[in-house]
């Protein structure tokens, strides 16, 4: 895909084409319609207009960002302009852990409609780099093939957490009614067979472009005070309010989403519901016949379901369709039943529309059916699919809608109901005497229904994404839900051969063969644990992830505070976390983005990326380009390009989607002489742009002031942590709290461990250890005498016996007897020398003399000289270059006293 | 007559049959049944490596004791059994390195993934560079988890030597994982260094679970005999009954005997270990052939002899009589200048003193002739120049010190065929 790279190395120079069509006098704006781009040593100029796809410079050369244009305009000076732009990602763009939701290989050409609130869709229209055909290519199809490489396709639309299925109606230009739809989309939209019914229902789900700012930023606004308000427990309340809701039936789930005063009532969460085959039939029985509970939703709901259903029967072709209709319909109006008998006050403003009265929806519907009659001699005749129509219908309306306020989100309901009966119009071609009586009243505002889609789309889209995570977190324990299903059978079988596919990954050319890393997997499974000791260990293991951290709270707090305010704000900056090793520095902060991730995940914060790089686990410190960009893009470069490639990422302008938190565990190792990692990694998040926030880590204190320079240490910052080695009471808070009420330890036991730690080392690592190490001597010990089977004092002692006492004294006194006269023999060379340091050839001649005395047969250099090298390998002696011989230096490893020690006690 | 040849050469592949069954047990072909005195070193680490590959439960631990205690014995039997466990036959990879073969982490880390058979190996080829290879490594063991991956066993022999690793990677990461929730591992750290936990990094020490077994021998001579006894003993099982009794039966009463217990006592207080114990014994079985198809006394004398005697004596035999001359003017040089260094010149001088005043049987040897012999003792290292660096200085004049004891030379003197004797006395007089 080099074929940019041309066109980027060239200069370009833009310019506004004819007269402003609109203008913002608050804002000193001025609206155009298209803007020419003019490249040096090219003749005629390349145009973009409004509703054309572009592409725009980005940080990869080879893929530059694509998107539709929506607003051209040029500030007050008219010098800067600014486009806003309706953005589309590539695969490579989506976040590498959630590309497998795909569930299928990614078409090379293929893109995604990118629909994100958070992200910023104003972009510099000097970015621009040009147009590019984008064709539109229904979920069901397969990509056309034999298309030049310039065209890429849509099919998909990619909403941060998941794929669904696109609206090719989002494709078209939101609000330039003079410019016709691009004729490549218009026919296949035309030749698309019947859509079903659950693309069309995520279609309706997903108007990004024209969504109003109020609803967001309400949104948000409520989030974050819900968040700050108190930031743990209403996580987890929230999360566990989820469990709950996600871990009971359909049927008492629908009831729950539809009563439960959440801001959101998941209609559409709902419909996916209904549109499961089992559950939709029994509910219809279930509706029609017995009224249960609610009686107000069977009432109204039951001359609608039947004028239907007599009326589609006819429809012989499209009778499989049929019941899912009802089905919409059905639950669209109870929705907006139940929400009229709510009898709670409602918590946020976007419910209340709801509370409507349900004539809205009427007025939606009788103005549907007003219409219907003409359309219906055409759609008779060309059997014309329901997108289409829609389609037609925007343009129509599309003047309108620039008008169009918040306001109009209160119709929520009317708006699915309509769009249903829409498509029943299609397909039963008679639906429409069902209104006939009763649309007499206000049939000419059409278009209300269509405004008010706006708002309450985003709404749904919302609650969809919510509802799909709770998916993902139980998918496999639940039957899979119909929505899914639908998804995925909608989409052709893959007839694009393979071989097509594999180049869809030209990021990575460079490896010739894709090896998995993975461990094979063991026949049987690992046995659990058996007794009270067994289980005790396995819990005071290291590497078994405890439910909180306790004794780092107050750590745990800033750390959260300082990242979280920087993802909200959409800032970057930089903290440095020291102290010693085994203090909780690195789970705290994994602990922070833990529960920062699960705040993101419900939308209480915006979404970021975390990526982790150690400088241990590198083997040098340019690596960390290299595996920062590899996991933030999974592109493989040299540490050089890689570096160049990340500092275009985070240093130019154009759009970030999210921001990146990075941390740098043993922050010491990345330093070069020119310290350039350093200070990349400190320089990116003083960016403007960046969004980049770095955590590092290492031991010491004053690393910044020690081995920094003074222009990386500065823009290290003074953000600081330091973890103090924890205290005895901590070190036991840590291990009670592991054991979690287990009875394994005796209490004096437990008070032993962590002051003999604390006063050692603080480190909880060391602590684990030698209870664990205790656990174990306590069960060999117990097979012999029948103790209490807890783990005592004794066995406490032992294993600190074991871990901290010094060997050299049991080596002594364990050595042969010629190793311990050697010894004596030194430290008498020693006394006689008044220095701590002797020649081999002087102690050899106190070595024989002492042999003497002793009575031992006199030994040869050799056997002299092996039994100095026994000894030094042992490190009780040290020695000196082994070359050396005779004159070989020896010096004592250990204390003269202790030696004397253990072979006075011999 | 076939029988009477069948049980002569029965006879002739008995003793061969004993000794080559002796030899592999002496050499550390074969490992023991049972380490000797090393029960309770023996069932925590059983304890420890069964836990990781049952439970899958990580752990680190490192077997210290001296050259020659055994260590590689005893985890070679705990392996022995570990896997003739069924559940964890199959279930377990084991990744063998030591740090006298990879010098690196760069090597070794091929190694590892070469011994995983991870996917970027073909053949014996692991391709990718080093930090490719980490990261593969890294990425591999982080995708297991603690059920269902297979546990893998690192053992590092010379454990010390990873230490000096640069940044010491390998460790950091291998106790790292040891200490997380990745694939479950064991490492083993093999090493007769005393400290080295004073080797490991801060980071890496806080990381390694502090766990050692020390292996220190703590025998009794009486034990030492037994070991002895046993390892000489044949086994029941061995194909001819009767030879081996006579054989086990005269092991016994050789170990009683006065003058084969001095030895072992002299070699037991010499060094514990069984290592030495075994080239003395080894070199004893050599010994017995057919005509003397039993281990006596005198094998062992001879034995003990070889092993214990003093390399550098064995040189000056084979010096010329000029050279033992030049030996003992430097011995005197370094009598009357208390061990300070010579030069060539010197070492001539003192020469030329003893030839004038008493030599009969010497004759009088030019100088560049001696240079050549005081050549010839550099090259043996029996002396050696102080400082190789200098090399502006003159060849004769060059400062050198002599490599052996005053004893060595004395009994060198004593032990050369036909050595005159006017250089002998002049060896033990007092001043040249």
Redesign the interface.
Known sequence: MSRYITRLRMRRSYKWNGKPIGEDRKLKRQYYESMSISVEGKTEDATVSLGQCILIEGDDDDNPFVAQLCKLYSDDSGKKKTAVVQWFVRMCEVPQNKRKLLGRDPHPQEIFFYQDHSCDNEVDGETILGAVQIEYVPAEDSFPEGKSKDILFVKLLWDTKSFRVLDPELMQPPQSPKSPPPPSRGPQTRALPTPEPSVMKRAMSGTLTRSSMSTDKLNSGEAESLHSASKLSAAKALSAKRRSRASSGPHVRKKLDLCSPTKNMSRDDVLGEILDEHTEKTLTSKLNLSPTGRISISIRLTPLNLNEEERVSPLSSHSPEKPKLTAHEKNDATSVFLGDDDPEPLVSTSRTPRKREATPRREGLRGLKARTPSRRKDSAALREPALAALAEEEHEDSPIQTAATPRSKRKSAQLVSSRIRKQLNVLGNKVDLLSDGEDDDDCFIPTKTDLQSSSDEEEEAKIDSEDELIVKKRRGSRTPRSIEKSRFSARTPRKTPIKKTAPATPRTPRTPRHATPSIPSRSAPARKPGNVLEEARTRLHVSSIPESLPCREQEFQDIYNFVESKVIDGTGGCMYISGVPGTGKTATVHEVIRSLQQSAEQDEIPHFHFIEINGMKMTDPHQAYVQILQKLTDQKATPDHAAALLEKRFGAPAPKKETTVLLVDELDLLWTRKQNVMYNLFDWPTRRNARLVVLTIANTMDLPERIMINRVASRLGLTRMSFQPYTFKQLQQIITSRLNRLKAFEEDALQLVSRKVAALSGDARRCLDICRRATEICEHSGSQKNGSGLVGMSHVMEALDEMFSSSYIAAIRCASVQEQLFLRAVIAEFRRLGLEEATFQQVFVQHQALCRVEGLQPVSVSEGLAVCQRLGSCRLLLLEGSRLDLFLRIRLNVSQDDVLYALKAD | MSKRRSAALTEAQRVSLAQTLLRERLCHQKLPDRPVGLDSQY?HLL?LLRRTA?????NSVLI?G??GSGKTMLLGCVLRELMSLK?VQ??V?LVELNGLLQTD??IALKEITRQ?H???VVGDKV?GS??EN????????K??D???????LFVLDEFDLFAHHK?Q?LL??LL?V???????VAVLGLT????VLELLE??V???F????I?L???ISFAQYVDVVRAQLSLPPDFPDPKFSEEWNHSVTKLCEEKSVEEILK?H?????DFRSLHSLLFLAVSRVSVSRSTLCEADLLEASRLI??????NVLHGLSILELCLIIAMKHLNDTYD?EPFNFQMVHNEFKKFIQRKSHSIHKFEKPVVMKAFEHLLQL?LV?PVDSGVCKVQREYQLM?L???H??VMEALQRYPQCPTDVKQWALSAFG
């Not at chain 2, 049952?54 to 990580?58: D, I, K, Q, R, Y």
């Not at chain 2, 980490?134 to 063991?141: G, H, K, N, V, Y």
């Not at chain 2, 679970?209 to 050692?212: A, C, I, W, Y």
């Not at chain 2, 214990?308 to 004596?313: G, L, N």
């Open positions: 069932k304890e049952v439970h899958g439960e990580s210290v001296p050259r559940e199959k279930n990879l982490d760069k995983l991870l996917e970027n391709f080093f930090a980490l990261a593969f490594l890294l990425e591999a063991l995708k297991g603690k059920s269902s991956s297979r546990p893998v940044n990677t950091y990461n790292d040891s200490q997380s929730a990745q694939t479950p007769c260094r005393l400290d801060k980071r020490k806080s990381r679970s502090h766990r050692q020390h220190f021998s703590s002299r037991f207080n010499a060094s514990k214990s005697a003093d390399s550098k004596a061990g290292e050696r010190r490599m052996l004891e004893g060595q």
